[in-house]
């Protein structure tokens, strides 16, 4: 099992930046690819960015490509997600995901094929 608890959401103006983090345990982290999907409200919960075991491969949505980036530090069991320049539409539950990969420089962006999931923290930008 590997537990995911995320932390630094809250409330931003629009144009400003955050950064989330997520903190794995249970597991050896670098084993996991990770990735931080979003949920609007009454919205589905969607694909935002996703990083390989090696941080070497990203990949985004098209709606935040440019404004967000992921990262993650193995050390500290840790993914992040950095946000900049937030709209309003960019409100919704942060949610980061871990999927364990063969490949070390594998990035999965399919929410089907994670296995484990945080409990969410809260982006709010206000217009």
């Known amino acids: 099992q590997v537990q995911l608890v995320e932390s630094g959401g809250g409330l931003v103006q629009a144009g400003g930046s955050l950064r989330v983090s997520c903190v794995a345990s249970?597991?050896?982290?670098?084993?996991?690819?990770m990735a931080w999907f979003r949920q609007g409200p009454g919205k589905e919960r969607e694909f935002v960015a996703a990083?390989?075991?090696?941080?070497?491969?990203?990949y985004y949505a098209s709606s935040v490509r440019g404004r967000f980036t992921i990262s993650r530090d193995n050390a500290k069991n840790t993914v992040y997600l950095q946000m900049n320049s937030l709209k309003p539409e960019d409100t919704a539950v942060y949610y980061c995901?871990?999927?364990?990969?063969?490949?070390?420089?594998?990035?999965?962006?399919?929410?089907?094929?994670?296995?484990?999931w945080g409990q969410g923290t809260q982006v709010t930008v206000s217009s």
């Open positions: 995901a871990a999927k364990r990969t063969t490949y070390y420089d594998e990035y999965v962006s399919t929410r089907s094929q994670y296995e484990y």
């Open positions: 990083t390989s075991r090696s941080d070497r491969s990203t």
């Open positions: 249970g597991r050896t982290f670098s084993n996991y690819a």
